[in-house]
């Protein structure tokens, strides 16, 4: 099985190896032991786009969802209280691999990752919010940054030898949420999100001392590749802010046509408030 490998929590490249069957269940039966959670390998069962971006220290493909093409398993993470006993009920028409994390044992409740292989690919390009609706509504009691287009799972890892430790393997039918549609309803949305941005940008007319700024601003995020457009949005807002000095509603009124996180539009308004 190929496999994405990130080689610790700080790396900010990954590579590419592969795990046999036999590997894996001496990896998942025999978990590392590491005292620094911070030092564990983690996993995406996926494999590298044909257009990479690299890392320039290490030279090697960053750690960004935009290197992932597409995943072949899916990986969820469980903290949030539901049992391990209760989850295998939920969904045992389904093969999985089972283990607990790192830090299982240090609350009452169970803490676990579990790895659905698909019956087909997901491509990451599909991840689009209302695809990851649907796989959240399969899965509610699921950390939802699980279906996010590059998600780092450990690899089993246990902080002692005497440490809480539980895995489970196992078969049934492989999962399978009919890609084809998947990407229906992925095309759907970044079509409509296509005209939305064209009806804001005839709608954006620029005039006064920083028409020829923000301009540019627009099209900087143009260009930008879909699913690094935040990190663009937030490096032309600094500089509008710092060097342009554009006020904050003239900020506003160029990136309103993209899709950002919560999270980016939060630090967005921190630059300017």
Not at 144 to 154: N, S, V
Not at 242 to 253: F, G
Request: include cysteine; proline fraction near 5%; glycine fraction near 4%.
């Amino acid at each position: 099985m190929h496999c994405l490998i990130k080689p610790h929590t700080y790396s900010s490249f990954m590579r590419v190896s592969s795990v046999t069957k036999e590997g894996w269940t001496r990896r998942i039966t025999d978990p590392l032991i590491l005292s620094d959670k911070m030092k564990t390998p983690l996993v995406i069962w996926g494999t590298l786009s044909k257009v990479l971006e690299i890392d320039i220290e290490s030279g090697q493909p960053r750690c960004s969802g935009q290197n992932v093409d597409h995943i072949y398993a899916l990986q969820v993470d469980i903290d949030n209280g539901c049992k391990i006993d209760e989850f295998i009920k939920c969904y045992h028409r389904y093969s999985f691999q089972l283990y607990t994390s790192y830090n299982h044992g240090f609350k009452p409740t169970d803490r676990f990752r579990c790895i659905f292989p698909l019956q087909e690919p997901i491509y990451t390009v599909d991840l689009v919010p209302p695809v990851k609706d649907k796989l959240i509504d399969m899965f509610p009691m699921v950390d939802t940054t699980c279906f996010d287009k590059a998600h780092w799972q450990c690899l089993p890892c246990i902080r002692a030898k005497d440490a809480p430790y539980r895995f489970e393997q196992h078969q049934g039918e492989l999962l399978s949420f009919a890609s084809d549609k998947f990407r229906e309803v992925a095309a759907d949305y970044r079509d409509k999100a296509h005209w939305k941005r064209e009806i804001a940008r005839a709608d954006f007319k620029p005039s006064g001392e920083h028409s020829g700024a923000l301009n540019w601003a627009q099209g900087q995020l143009d260009a930008a590749v879909e699913g690094t457009r935040d990190k663009t949005i937030f490096s032309v807002l600094h500089w509008l802010h710092d060097t342009v000095e554009a006020s904050y509603e003239e900020a506003l009124t160029l990136v309103a046509p993209y899709e950002m996180e919560d999270v980016m539009a939060k630090k967005i308004e921190t630059i300017w408030r």
